[in-house]
């Protein structure tokens, strides 16, 4: 079945530090894949996506690219910021089998300090 | 509402008890989604519903779980009889026009932490 695979945190970071969350995924066909962001006390919402491979998403400052060779979609940040500290995950929709919930990873706690 | 409402926030019980969560939707979004987040773990998918039906409803750990949806808005996710496995962050989404699954654009609440004793 299909899977997302994310680097384990917590990650800590100093701020302006570059920033790289790993993210693999197993599905078949083309999923579509996404990064959801959870701040503390909020839900989850949308951080960026990308459809196909070579896309690549932006938001905020964050970059993933769609890697269709390697499976993966890891997020990238030149310069994190304390209001960055957050949970991230990273998620497919598995667009070939239909199947409309979204398939997420385990998620990632980065921390930033100033 | 301005985004998706989810209650009760938390939720203490003991074992053996029924509870029931709720979930009001953003107004206008037909598709409704429930997960559940257990500590260290990823979002596990539970249901989905379009409008009143629920055409995946492959999540559901058991038969102990249950969820409605009625008049295409407000959803209750009912757990019987619970165990302590049943200790997570219970987490609803919804989403416009039905194709969450594939545009990704889900809107989630802030989650039921259910605690079973």
């Known amino acids: 079945g299909d899977s997302v695979t994310q680097m384990e945190g917590p990650v800590t970071l100093s701020e302006e530090a570059f920033l790289t969350i790993n993210c693999t995924y197993t599905?078949?066909?083309?999923?579509?894949l996404f990064w959801y962001v959870q701040y503390p006390g909020e839900g989850l919402q949308l951080l960026l996506k990308?459809?196909?491979?070579?896309d690549k998403g932006s938001n905020k400052g964050f970059e993933a690219t769609y890697r269709k060779e390697t499976t993966s979609f890891h997020l990238e940040k030149g310069s994190v910021q304390v209001s960055d500290s957050a949970v991230y995950f990273c998620?497919?929709?598995?667009?070939?089998?239909?199947?409309?919930?979204?398939?997420f990873g385990s998620g990632t706690r980065l921390q930033v300090q100033p | 509402g301005a985004g998706v409402s989810q209650s009760p926030s938390n939720k203490v019980t003991e074992k053996g008890k029924d509870v029931e969560l709720r979930c009001d939707p953003i107004?206008?979004?037909?598709?409704l989604y429930w997960y559940r987040q257990s500590l260290g773990q990823g979002l596990e998918f539970l249901i989905y519903?379009?409008?009143?039906?629920?055409?995946?409803k492959s999540g559901l750990p058991s038969d102990r779980f249950s969820a409605e949806r009625t008049g295409g808005s407000v959803s209750t996710l009912t757990i019987q009889r619970t165990q302590q496995e049943d200790s997570a962050v219970y987490l609803c989404a919804s989403s416009a026009l039905g194709t969450g699954g594939r545009t990704g654009e889900l809107f989630f609440g802030e989650g039921s932490r259910l605690t079973v004793l």
């Open positions: 107004s206008g979004h037909t598709a």
């Open positions: 990308a459809t196909k491979a070579d």
């Open positions: 599905a078949t066909g083309y999923p579509s």
């Open positions: 998620a497919l929709s598995a667009r070939d089998t239909g199947r409309r919930a979204l398939t």
């Open positions: 519903f379009q409008g009143n039906s629920a055409p995946d």
